[in-house]
Nanobody, 126 residues
Framework: QVQLVESGGGLVQAGGSLRLSCAAS????????MGWFRQAPGLEREFVSA????????IYADSVRGRFAISRDNAKNTVYLQMNSLKPEDTAVYYC???????????????????WGQGTQVTVSS
């Protein structure tokens, strides 16, 4: 069983930056493809970004491409989401998730993920 714990959320002004972290335990982190999703009040959970287990292949939602960067440190069992040029519409609870044996293109879909964290709140004020 894999446990995922997100941290790094908070309140920031528009144009600011935050770095989210997701620490994994209980499994072989280097085997997992990792994703970030977010959910704003009243909306469905949506894909933000994902990174292949090899740390090389990454994908982004159109809404965050060029502003957000995903990375991972397999030695620390942690995946990161660097968020720059934040906008009020980025306000949401951000979740990390882990999946095994899926293609990079499949990683946009919630249903392929096996494990989820509890989420961390990101609030961007205008």
């Amino acid at each position: 069983q894999v446990q995922l714990v997100e941290s790094g959320g908070g309140l920031v002004q528009a144009g600011g930056s935050l770095r989210l972290s997701c620490a994994a335990s209980g499994g072989t982190f280097s085997r997992y493809n990792m994703g970030w999703f977010r959910q704003a009040p009243g909306l469905e959970r949506e894909f933000v970004s994902a990174i292949h287990w090899n740390g090389i292949s990454t994908i982004y939602a159109d809404s965050v491409r060029g502003r957000f960067a995903i990375s991972r440190d397999n030695a620390k069992n942690t995946v990161y989401l660097q968020m720059n040029s934040l906008k009020p519409e980025d306000t949401a609870v951000y979740y990390c998730a882990a999946a095994v044996d899926i293609s990079i293109t499949a990683m946009r879909h919630l249903r392929v993920y096996d494990y989820w964290g509890q989420g961390t709140q990101v609030t961007v004020s205008s």
